[in-house]
């Protein structure tokens, strides 16, 4: 019984120490996760996020930076504007849009190419920052620490009575495990309450920032509506981790009838910011199908449908990407390790066309070369089949 009540008065002393105002809602609640380990949890998974997700939209640089002059707008309006935010768009068909502790966000090119307009990019960007300014994902990775901290003080509360001491050793242990499970951060759903609180006040931000908050309706009423079609690219995508309801989307429209009307849509602005983009969607539908025929063994149809994409646009590296993968498949290895190449040499800095040619390398008995190949991926991404294959090599 005495070390039970130990026990119950040790995570009691926990959470007490960890209350504090969210910096958003104003409310009292438990902070065990503090700004600076937000900050390197967001930092530590930012890059490997981006790799997860089809790297960096490296072709149009210039849309990517529209995207972080939006959201450095609605950054500077908003309660945590001391956050080290960064935006980046990456090279993904799937409509999806996330953000990490610390104000790390990301968008999709197939979210961008679904907008109408700047004000409903500022939505988007206002519902993302809310959730790190907000301290969702540090939430996430707090309940997890409670977990653990509940279950591994049971082991110090018949070890020791030096509470102060071993609370601050067990907090940090509890965080040093959580910090892998941040990269799931991505794919984390947000729960009803979250995502109501992101809309709330990212609509809040787009005001200030001199958006139509109408054009949070108008983006909500479509994600309803497509949500209820099922649209797999959309499931599977940004309402994995948002997802959208009724509820939100009525509760959007009342609070827009409180709030200024009339501010800006910026419609034709956007429309031009993503022309490049629009132009190209032919061309990454047929990367795209080209991927199904791949992965369905149509290896044929896969290497016409990616010529095609070449075709229409050959500064995409991740055209040659998966032109390589159908060579290498085909046992063509030495046009695989050019289409590789001209991957590498149009886009640096993913880890997959390194791996791939690593792979391919290694298979074709140069194992030095492979070797650097696969390191450079490991660094980018760290992957279990380069681990094996560089372990193998020796």
């Known amino acids: 019984m005495q070390k039970l009540l130990y026990l119950s008065s040790m995570v009691f002393l926990i959470i007490c120490a960890g209350c504090a105002k969210n910096p958003v809602t104003g409310r009292t609640e438990l902070h065990l996760v503090s700004t600076k380990q937000e900050i390197k949890m967001g930092e530590k998974n930012y890059l490997y996020g981006q790799q997860a997700s089809g790297g960096k939209y490296s072709i149009d640089p210039e849309l990517g930076a529209y995207v972080t ?8 309006v908003s309660p945590r504007s001391s956050l080290p935010y960064e935006f980046v768009v990456l090279n ?25 307009n700047e004000a409903e990019l500022a939505a988007v960007l206002g519902h993302e920052i809310t959730h790190a300014a907000a301290r969702h994902g540090a939430k996430s990775m707090e309940r997890q620490i409670i977990v653990t901290t509940g279950l591994a003080a049971t082991n110090v509360a018949l070890a020791t009575t030096q509470t102060d001491d071993k609370i601050s050793k067990l907090t940090n242990g509890a965080l040093s495990k959580g910090a892998d ?23 809040d931000y787009m005001v200030k920032a001199g958006y139509d908050p109408q054009a949070s309706v108008s983006l909500q009423k479509t994600f309803v509506r497509l949500f209820e ?18 509820e939100r ?42 991927v199904k025929a791949y ?25 040659y990407g998966l032109k390589g993968d159908v060579l290498a498949k085909q046992d063509t290895k030495n046009a695989a390790l050019e289409a590789y190449e001209n991957a590498i040499t149009k886009d640096p800095n993913y880890f997959y ?20 190949d696969l390191q450079h991926s490991q660094q980018l991404l760290p992957t279990e089949t380069a681990e094996n294959l560089l372990k193998l090599i020796g």
């Open 229 to 246: 079609d099922k649209s797999s690219s959309w499931v599977k995508g940004l309402f994995a981790s948002h997802p959208p309801s009724q």
């Open 295 to 319: 992965q369905n063994g149509e290896l044929s149809t896969a290497l016409q449908l990616v010529n095609n994409a070449i075709k229409k646009e050959p500064q995409e590296a991740l055209f």
């Open 353 to 372: 066309y390194f791996h791939q040619r690593g792979t391919l390398l290694e298979k074709m008995g140069r194992k030095q070369e492979a070797k650097s």
């Open 69 to 76: 002059e939006i959201g450095k707008k609605l950054v500077a």
């Open 92 to 116: 993904d068909s799937v409509p999806n849009a996330w953000a990490l502790p610390g104000g790390k966000i990301a968008v999709n090119r197939g979210l961008l190419i679904q907008l109408e």
């Open 181 to 203: 499970v941040a990269a799931n951060l991505i794919t984390t759903k947000y729960s009803r309450e979250a995502e109501l609180e992101a809309d709330k006040y990212g609509m």
């Open 249 to 290: 989307a009525d509760t959007n429209f009342k609070r827009a009838k409180t709030l200024p009307t009339g501010l800006t849509l910026g419609k034709e602005r956007y429309q031009e910011k993503i022309a490049k983009l629009k132009n190209r969607i032919s061309a990454y539908d047929d990367y795209d199908n080209g």
